[in-house]
């Protein structure tokens, strides 16, 4: 892009089709610098787009366009879990370690109802960065509000790989018990 900023339309269909076009997260402050506006502009850009019905989320890692689901992505599945903070980056990692994306995470809140914050982590890496995340910005987990219980959507190529996941998840106690 130039050193031209980017005004109002041309700028968010800039932006939409960047996110697009990315197969990966992109941050505000990349978005802003490739516009020539600030951080907050792009912000109520995204706002904007979402309101106008873009599938844009935003992830730990930055904005990201979701695409319809390919075959690489066919079996999806939300589970319920129970674990205390300090074990999220395992439980995330035993996912990942599986083939597995761990799209969200969901708590059911007695005031607001249904909290959904996008996760979108697919390997070590992403999950790491996550993890920094939360971190830096002292962040508290949505579990937190509901004493460890939360449900993941997460998806994979196939059925059996989102089966051998949730067995390593359940070998180390980490799906709230059906039996309760």
């Known amino acids: 892009m130039s050193n031209k900023k980017?005004?109002?339309?041309?700028?968010?269909?800039?932006?939409?089709?960047?996110?697009q076009e990315k197969k990966l997260?992109?941050?505000?402050?990349?978005?802003?610098?490739?516009t020539n506006v600030s951080r907050q502009v792009i912000v109520n850009d995204i706002t904007l787009l979402k309101a106008k019905n873009e599938p844009i989320i935003a992830t730990s890692q930055g904005y990201l366009y979701m695409q319809p689901?390919?075959?690489?992505?066919?079996?999806?599945?939300?589970?319920?879990?129970?674990?205390?903070?300090?074990?999220?980056?395992q439980e995330l990692n035993l996912l990942v370690d599986h083939g597995v994306t761990v799209r969200d995470v969901k708590v059911e809140h007695p005031?607001?109802?249904?909290?959904?914050?996008?996760?979108?982590?697919?390997?070590?890496?992403?999950?790491?960065?996550?993890?920094?995340?939360?971190?830096?910005?002292?962040?508290?987990?949505?579990?937190?509000?509901?004493?460890?219980?939360?449900?993941?959507?997460?998806?994979?190529?196939?059925?059996?790989?989102l089966e051998d996941a949730i067995i390593s998840l359940r070998n180390a106690g980490f799906l709230l018990n059906e039996n309760e």
């Not at 041309?10 to 960047?18: D, M, Q």
């Not at 607001?112 to 830096?136: P, W």
């Not at 962040?139 to 959507?153: D, F, P, Q, V």
Request: include cysteine.
């Open 25 to 34: 997260p992109i941050t505000g402050s990349e978005l802003a610098k490739e």
């Open 111 to 161: 005031v607001y109802g249904d909290l959904t914050a996008s996760i979108m982590v697919s390997n070590r890496k992403e999950v790491e960065q996550f993890m920094e995340k939360i971190q830096s910005t002292r962040a508290s987990y949505l579990s937190a509000l509901t004493e460890g219980i939360h449900l993941h959507t997460i998806a994979a190529s196939d059925e059996k790989t």
């Open 6 to 19: 980017l005004l109002g339309e041309e700028r968010r269909a800039f932006l939409l089709k960047v996110l």
């Open 69 to 89: 689901p390919t075959e690489k992505t066919s079996a999806e599945k939300i589970i319920a879990c129970l674990h205390r903070p300090e074990d999220t980056e």
